[in-house]
Every structure is written in structure tokens, then in C-alpha cells.
């Protein structure tokens, strides 16, 4: 009887996922460093693995980069690059009567490129992993009440998204940024901002209710998937190929 009851536990136990909590941080890290640790002149094949693997990982957020305020956002970073990355002594290509540089073109592709690895990098994170295992970790590693600011923070990312989407669309509906743009913009940037403070407070009061303590809080313990020990050495192995050709 005892026997069976204890199968039936087993079953009802959820299989071990293929990567867990922790690979995910090993390859969040590992992005980073791939597109920090090498120069910006040989920065391009390493920043290009990193963007496939974490597109192949995390497609929805890839997804999220197609919108029309990244795409703004990432072509402005790539003519900020063209246009004054270089000194004008220093161009010698002429695109659609404007002076531009082969070495402005190239830092700009690969200043977006890093862009893109970055924000897919932390977007995926935030929404595959739990940010108490992340805060866990943190805090049995001494940084006492990091762990919750941290968890504070990126629980206020998915807020500030939908909130800045709901406050463009009300200013856009009301003609707010048609008249005068560049108040509307003010305006929407202030109420991103309120909106945050305010989910903040409410955080900091719901944790001040319930005596939370930094230096006693719940330190859980993360996921271990099946790869994250294989995925964890190709990572360093990947990273330390990037070290030796740089």
C-alpha cells in the first residue's frame, strides 16, 4: 500500500527539465561576455553566435524586436554611429550624397548587433526564469538585500511595458502627439514613471507589512536542468576560444 502511494508521487512528480534555472543564467552570462569581451573589430562572429543562440532560445522576445519603437530605436543607434562615429576628414564612401565611412558602417552593425544580443539576452531571462531563485542566489552568496532589489526591479519590467504601451495609445487617441509631440511625450514619459513608483511603494509596503527582513530572507535553491552541466562547458569553452583569438 505504502508502495503504490509512493509510485503514485513519483508519477505526479514534474519531470526534469532539459535546462533549468541555473543553464539559463550560465548562458545569460555567457552572452554578455561574448559581446563584451572581444574588441569592437573582431566583436562581429561572436556577437552573431550569441544572437542565433539566444534566438533559437528565446524566439518570443525576438519577436518583440520586430515592433516599430525597437526597430526606431536600434536604426537610430546605427545612424548615430554613421553620422558621428567617424570625423568627416575620415569618410570616403558617398551614399545618397552624404559622406559617410566603411569603418562608421561597420562600428554601427556591430554596435546594433550588440544591442540586439543584449536585449534579447535580458528579456529572455526575465520571463523564463523566476526572479526569487535569482534573488536566492544572490542573497546565499552575501549580498544581503540585493536579492530583493533586484527582485523589485525586474518585477516592474513587464509593468513598465504594458504601461508605456497604454499610455502611448491614450496619447495617440486623443491627438496628444499632434499638436504639440514633443509635450505628449513628456507627459507619457512622466506617467511611465509614476506608474513605476507607485507599483514600487506598493512592493516596499506589502514586504514592510510582513516584517520582511534582508538579512532573513528565503534564500530558494535554483532548478538544475538535465544540460545546464553541458551547456555550462560549452559556454566556457565557447568563451575561452573568443579570449585566445582576440
Not at 519603437?69 to 576628414?89: A, D
Not at 507607485?198 to 538535465?226: K, M, N, Q, Y
Request: hydrophobic content about 55%; overall charge positive.
Amino acid at each position: 500500500m505504502f508502495k503504490q502511494a509512493e509510485s503514485n508521487v513519483t508519477m505526479l512528480e514534474k519531470p526534469k527539465p532539459l535546462l533549468g534555472s541555473l543553464g539559463r543564467l550560465v548562458i545569460f552570462l555567457w552572452a554578455l561576455l561574448m559581446v563584451m569581451l572581444p574588441p569592437l573589430e573582431k566583436g562581429f562572429v561572436p556577437a552573431l553566435i550569441a544572437l542565433v543562440a539566444l534566438g533559437a532560445l528565446y524566439p518570443f522576445a525576438l519577436r518583440r524586436l520586430t515592433q516599430p519603437r525597437w526597430l526606431f530605436l536600434l536604426v537610430s543607434l546605427f545612424l548615430l554611429n554613421l553620422f558621428f562615429g567617424v570625423p568627416e576628414e575620415e569618410r570616403e564612401l558617398l551614399i545618397l550624397g552624404l559622406p559617410v565611412s566603411s569603418v562608421a558602417i561597420f562600428n554601427g552593425v556591430q554596435m546594433v548587433l550588440r544591442a540586439i544580443v543584449i536585449l534579447l539576452d535580458a528579456d529572455g531571462l526575465s520571463a523564463s526564469v523566476d526572479i526569487t531563485e535569482v534573488a536566492g542566489l544572490l542573497e546565499r552568496g552575501g549580498l544581503h538585500g540585493l536579492g530583493f532589489s533586484i527582485g523589485v526591479a525586474t518585477n516592474l519590467l513587464p509593468d513598465l511595458r504594458q504601461s508605456s504601451t497604454n499610455a502611448w495609445h491614450s496619447l495617440r487617441m486623443r491627438g496628444g502627439l499632434r499638436a504639440n509631440w514633443w509635450r505628449g511625450i513628456q507627459l507619457m514619459v512622466l506617467t511611465v514613471l509614476t506608474n513605476a513608483l507607485r507599483h514600487t511603494e506598493e512592493i516596499v509596503l506589502a514586504a514592510e507589512v510582513r516584517a520582511f527582513r534582508p538579512e532573513l530572507s528565503r534564500r530558494a535553491s535554483l532548478r538544475i536542468g538535465a544540460l545546464d552541466g553541458w551547456v555550462a562547458a560549452g559556454c566556457v569553452l565557447s568563451l575561452l576560444a573568443v579570449v585566445f583569438l582576440s
